[in-house]
């Protein structure tokens, strides 16, 4: 049964930094690609950031040289830098692993002006 748990979640002022994590089980972690997508308020779930099993990573323009992605293979983890932070960033953040279309339950990011 596949498992994606998110954390790191919490208020913090613009500018600041957080570091979310995506603990995963259920599959053979090191063979799957994941992503980071965050939906605002009154908004469409959006793409972030994305990782795949090579550690190749893509970004969403909007948080290009802000965040940044990243796979710990040993922890079946994939976590989120997010740093410079705006106001706009506020959403709840979801993992997702892309080969079954599984989504975490998400964690909530605000971002304080």
């Known amino acids: 049964q596949v498992q994606l748990v998110e954390s790191g979640g919490g208020l913090v002022q613009a500018g600041g930094a957080l570091r979310l994590s995506c603990a995963a089980s259920g599959r053979t972690f090191s063979r799957n690609a994941f992503g980071w997508y965050r939906q605002a308020p009154g908004k469409q779930r959006a793409f972030v950031a994305s990782i795949n099993s090579g550690g190749v990573s893509n970004y969403a323009d909007s948080v290009k040289g802000r965040f940044n992605i990243s796979r710990d293979n040993a922890k079946n983890t994939v976590s989120l830098q997010m740093n410079s932070l705006k106001p706009e960033d506020t959403a709840v953040y979801y993992c997702?692993?892309?080969?079954?279309?599984?989504w975490g339950k998400g964690t909530l990011v605000t971002v304080s002006s």
């Open positions: 997702k692993l892309f080969s079954v279309d599984f």
